[in-house]
């Protein structure tokens, strides 16, 4: 018989199987890992959180597993996890410090950060794409965790939401520009995930992919790369001004008129070519993108 994943509606929940005291607030607390005392064979189907999860890694030995892969977290790094994604973890996984801030979405409920909260993208990044930070921002981040924890210490009063809501969203907003500082830092490698991107969509038009699978996708294409689509989409849009799909079509636009530059083909069969089930897709989306139909397109070449 199959097992399914442990979900855990409630931070209490997640404390008493972390061997911890109750929390002191029932919506949102901190854990220190190196304090958990937990079985991860209790957990082989993985757990899932029905709240934030926001963790700081540190002297991690081990490696995690998110989804189909696994990360080394061996230098430190931050993670984000946002309600009912899956958590898996393996008994290695268990030696590391740091700390992680959960917070529930009840907590957030009457404030603006609630819907702001689903705009920061790194909630949608696998663990693999995890922030690792400088030294410099290390102390930031810590100093943010600790001021929230110190709140939680405190008797509770009718300004502590207020002033822990001020930190999470400070703790948001760092977190967002440390991740662009990353995009940038880490130049090379984005550098070569593009040459990947370009070589892998060079591959599809050139052969038949478009005509046995259609058009490629944001979710295809991030997969053939090991990425998620929001991390992938984030990372060209540092390097390009992109996102995925606009980097999808600006392909398909230049090979639609690499293939409308030849007078064997109409504009039908190009369309059918490049994957498109009607030609009206295509003549939309190329009239979008050069403000010229692909049959006008074709004139102005005889000119």
Do not use: C, W
């Not at 996890?81 to 958590?87: A, D, E, H, R, T």
């Not at 600006?250 to 089930?277: C, M, N, R, S």
């Amino acid at each position: 018989m199959k097992k399914h994943p442990v979900v855990m509606d409630s931070l209490s929940q997640l404390h008493k199987a972390m061997g911890q005291p109750k929390p002191l607030h029932p919506l949102i607390s901190i854990l220190n890992y190196g304090e958990a005392i937990f079985d991860p064979q209790d957990y082989e189907q993985g757990i899932v959180l029905n709240f934030y999860k926001i963790s700081f890694k540190t002297n991690f030995s081990g490696k995690l597993r998110y989804g189909q892969g696994f990360y080394d977290f061996e230098e430190g790094g931050m993670s984000f996890i946002s309600p009912g994604q899956i958590l898996r973890m393996q008994e290695e996984e268990a030696d590391y410090d740091g700390m992680s801030l959960h917070i529930h979405p009840d907590f957030l409920r009457n404030y603006p950060i609630n819907s702001m909260i689903k705009q920061y993208g790194f909630f949608s990044y696998a663990a693999a794409e995890a922030l690792y930070l400088s030294e410099k921002e290390k102390t930031k981040i810590l100093s943010i965790f600790q001021f929230i924890k110190d709140e939680l210490e405190e008797r509770i009063d009718k300004f502590s939401q207020d002033v822990i809501i001020s930190q999470i969203e400070l703790l948001l907003n760092y977190s967002n520009r440390f991740y662009d500082r990353q995009f940038i830092t880490r130049k090379a490698v984005n550098n070569d995930i593009l040459a990947r991107l370009e070589h892998l969509l060079d591959e599809y038009f050139n052969g038949e992919g478009t005509l046995l699978g259609g058009l490629p996708t944001v979710n295809s294409v991030a997969e053939q790369l090991s990425l998620t689509p929001r991390y992938l989409s984030d990372l060209l849009r540092s390097l390009t001004g992109q996102n995925t799909q606009q980097f999808i079509h600006g392909k398909l636009i230049e090979k639609a008129k690499e293939q409308l530059a030849k007078d064997t083909l109409t504009v039908a069969e190009v369309a059918y070519l490049l994957g498109f089930e009607h030609p009206q897709s295509f003549n939309k989306l190329f009239k979008s993108k050069t403000s010229l139909s692909p049959s006008d397109y074709k004139k102005s070449l005889l000119n």
